[in-house]
Structures are given as C-alpha cells and as structure tokens.
Nanobody, 117 residues
Framework: QVQVVESGGGLVQPGGSLRLSCAAS????????MGWFRQAPGKQRELVAT???????GYADSVKGRFTISRDNAKNTVYLQMNSLKPEDTAVYYC???????????WGQGTQVTVSS
C-alpha cells in the first residue's frame, strides 16, 4: 500500500522560512518524479516545484530563488525549503508522487502553510 505523508507546515511571519517534508512508502522511490503543489482558497491547485530521480529540478516562476526542492532517495523523502515567504504563499501544500511508465500518481493529504503577521 502506497502512503504519502507531508509534515512541516505551520504559521510563519512574512520573510520567514519553513521546510516541508514528504515521506513516501510502498513504492520504489527512485522510479518516481516528486513534486510539490499548492492550493490557496478559491484557487486551482498549482505546481510549485519538481525533482527528478537524478536531482534535476524545476520551479514555478513565483517561487524561483526563494524555494528549494530536494530529495533523499535513501530516506524515500522529498523536501521543500521555503525562504522569504510572502502572504501569497499561504496555501495547502501537497506532495505529489508520479511515475511515467507505467503511469501512476499519488497525493499526500496536504499540509497548511500560513504566512501572516
């Protein structure tokens, strides 16, 4: 059974930092692309960042230079380091686990990030 569990969300002041973690079990972790998405109230879920098995990364323009995604294949864990947080970063953050062939995709339950003074 596949499990995807996020942690690390919370309340932080503007300009602050948080690190999210996502642990995946029940899969061969290195075969999957890992990603973080977020969904703010009243908005569609959007891609934040992705990391391939070999470490190549991609980011949404809105977080480039502030967020860093990384993965530890030995720990089956992906991280999202978020710096210089802004109120507009407030959202539920979801971990996404995706394999291209054969296709498979799993989501975590989400973790709330609130940026407010």
């Amino acid at each position: 059974q596949v499990q995807v569990v996020e942690s690390g969300g919370g309340l932080v002041q503007p300009g602050g930092s948080l690190r999210l973690s996502c642990a995946a079990s029940g899969i061969t972790f290195s075969n999957y692309v890992m990603g973080w998405f977020r969904q703010a109230p009243g908005k569609q879920r959007e891609l934040v960042a992705t990391v391939l098995s070999g470490g190549a990364t991609g980011y949404a323009d809105s977080v480039k230079g502030r967020f860093t995604i990384s993965r530890d294949n030995a720990k089956n864990t992906v991280y999202l380091q978020m710096n210089s947080l802004k109120p507009e970063d407030t959202a539920v953050y979801y971990c996404n686990v995706r394999r291209v062939l054969p296709i498979a995709m799993y989501w975590g339950q989400g973790t709330q990030v609130t940026v407010s003074s």
